[in-house]
């Protein structure tokens, strides 16, 4: 089981996942709360990648007096054990139930019902 993350860790973990290196530093993570409107102190943002490290999202490789982070879970497989965890919570596993909700919900553009549509109708195998 993968471990819940905190908004703060996720805001976090979405800058390293959307970092187009293969490493992040320390300074890039920082520049970038700063853009999002979301300025981080210093020591708050060490406490709070050691935690990432902590729960197997990051490891820290130190270079000089900086470290730089790389991921260990993708965002593809957070994304799909938090979808799993919200299905077996909310809709007691179902995904019908999951699916059902959107639509009837009215929670989905046309485009998005569309391409939901589409990707039903191509089966697991399509793209």
Request: proline share 5%; charged share 30%.
């Given at each position: 089981m993968i471990p819940q993350l905190s908004d703060a860790e996720l805001e976090i973990m979405k800058i390293v996942?959307?970092?187009?290196?293969?490493?992040?530093?320390?300074?890039?993570?920082q520049d970038a709360l700063a853009a999002r409107g979301?300025?981080?102190?210093?020591?708050?943002?060490i406490v709070l990648l050691t935690r990432l490290m902590g729960k197997g999202y990051l490891s820290a490789r130190k270079i000089?007096?900086?470290n730089e982070y790389t991921p260990?879970?993708?965002e593809t497989e957070y994304q799909t054990a938090q979808t799993r965890h919200f299905v077996n919570k909310?809709?007691?596993?179902s995904a019908k139930g999951l699916v059902s909700n959107l639509i009837q919900g009215d929670l989905?553009?046309?485009?998005?019902?569309q391409e939901l549509k589409q990707l039903l109708e191509g089966g697991r195998g399509a793209p």
């Open positions: 996942w959307a970092n187009p290196e293969d490493v992040t530093r320390f300074a890039y993570v979301r300025p981080c102190q210093k020591n708050t943002l000089g007096r900086r260990l879970i993708s909310i809709f007691e596993g989905l553009t046309d485009e998005e019902y």
